[in-house]
T-cell receptor, first 112, second 111 residues
């Protein structure tokens, strides 16, 4: 089945220790999104790639970076995680925005 | 002013009743509308999409869109305890590459 896969599902890191989250898709969609979601809040868009074009949200901290080496994969790098970065990180894809987005299962990040 | 607004709830509905979830949006250029369901600790999953004025039915779910009033709703008939979740309304604007999400409505179905 075509799907969006995120690894790992749970990630524990130490304050200030860089961490990378991974997203892959078999849907062959043009656009890949990264969201941050904290408890009882709506998903907050961090950035997205339309093909190779990177689009950063204005309020996304510089601490968050992303890479998309090919159509299938996209990575979220947190250079120096703080306690406030503990959240669920969601990857989503879309074929022809602003159409349907399909979400992966998410990665729960804990910062100690 | 928020672009997409939902009542955060919680909305409590008895089992078997109709649950009505509402969403308003501010951008008249909006062209695509989505309802996602999100269980606690899980990722959002698509329930319904709607693009034209009127009703769209899928099983126990009906989405209603009124572009003149900038209003989209989701009705859940014969509500089940398994429908207890947060429901996110998302809106797509012509020319944009992203969706704007509402804050979500937490729905509880009481047995």
């Amino acid at each position: 089945d075509a799907m969006v896969i995120q690894n790992p599902r749970y990630q524990v890191t130490q304050f200030g220790k860089p961490v990378t989250l991974s997203c892959s898709q078999t849907l062959n969609h043009n656009v890949m999104y990264w969201y941050q979601q904290k408890s009882s809040q709506a998903p907050k868009l961090l950035f997205h790639y339309y093909d190779k074009d990177f689009n950063n949200e204005a309020d996304t901290p510089d601490n968050f970076q992303s890479r998309r080496p090919n159509t299938s994969f996209c990575f979220l790098d947190i250079r120096s995680p703080g306690l406030g970065d503990a959240a669920m990180y969601l990857c989503a894809t879309s074929r022809d925005p602003p159409d349907t987005q399909y979400f992966g299962p998410g990665t729960r990040l804990t910062v100690l | 002013q928020k672009e997409v607004e939902q009542n955060s709830g919680p909305l409590s509905v008895p089992e078997g009743a109709i649950a009505s979830l509402n969403c308003t949006y501010s951008d008249r250029g909006s062209q695509s509308f989505f309802w996602y369901r999100q269980y606690s600790g899980k990722s959002p999953e698509l329930i319904m999409s709607i693009y034209s004025n009127g009703d769209k039915e899928d099983g126990r779910f009906t989405a209603q869109l009124n572009k003149a009033s900038q209003y989209v709703s989701l009705l859940i008939r014969d509500s089940q305890p398994s429908d207890s979740a947060t429901y996110l309304c998302a809106v797509g604007v012509q020319g944009a590459q992203k969706l704007v999400f509402g804050q979500g409505t937490r729905l509880t179905i009481n047995p």
